[in-house]
């Protein structure tokens, strides 16, 4: 009792332990998002309750109720994630790091994690002539190619334009994700 008013106990918790056990609960409803819980009302001529028939709300053109489900959404989907990755995750490093522990090196320090990184970047630096050749073979094969194209074979030609084909769809998707996932927009 306060002040002669009965208070619940989620009155009695702090601000703080409200907002934790919020945080990962059941997404807020947003009003039009989801179809309305039937009612429980006693009947007359039963003392059993029965529930009434579901009304249907207009579907709302609102999109920002729409992303606020969606938001919901991916809220509780990401609290599932946590919780799984609290429950299960530190077996799984377990697991990783015995199967991999051949890769670890002794004793796991800064200063052989910097030497690791130097010997990394060194080397991927030391391999790149031999890149740099291979590159220009390459081009010096598709030049003959070219210049051989009357004796081209139908597989060949297929082979290059599905190449083609493969170099215009990761255009397209990088577009995509360069613009937010958007599928409008775009010139044609």
């Known amino acids: 009792m306060h002040n002669g008013v009965r208070l619940g ?7 703080s332990r409200q907002h ?4 990962c609960s059941s997404p ?13 009302v006693p009947s007359p001529r039963i003392s059993s309750v029965r529930p009434l028939p579901p009304t249907r709300r207009p579907q709302s053109t609102d999109p920002m109720a729409a992303l606020g489900s969606k938001l919901a959404q ?8 946590t919780r799984f990755v609290a429950k299960h995750g530190c077996a799984y490093h377990k697991t ?6 051949h890769h670890v090196v002794d004793p796991p320090t800064i ?3 910097q030497e690791l990184s130097k010997q990394l970047f060194y080397t991927r630096l030391a391999s790149l002539p031999g890149r740099y050749e291979a590159f220009w073979k390459e081009l010096d094969s598709a030049k003959l190619l070219w210049k051989n194209r009357n004796n081209l074979k139908v597989e060949d030609a297929g082979v290059a334009a599905l190449f083609g084909i493969e170099l215009y769809a990761w255009s397209c998707l990088g577009e995509i994700v360069g613009r937010g996932f958007t599928l409008t927009g775009y010139h044609v």
């Open 28 to 40: 807020p409803l947003v009003p039009n998002s989801q179809p309305p819980l039937p009612q429980l």
């Open 9 to 15: 106990k989620a009155a009695l918790t702090s601000p």
């Open 96 to 101: 990783l790091m015995e199967k991999n522990k």
């Open 74 to 81: 991916l809220q509780s989907k990401a609290c599932e994630a």
């Open 20 to 23: 934790q056990d919020q945080t």
């Open 111 to 113: 200063q052989k994690c």
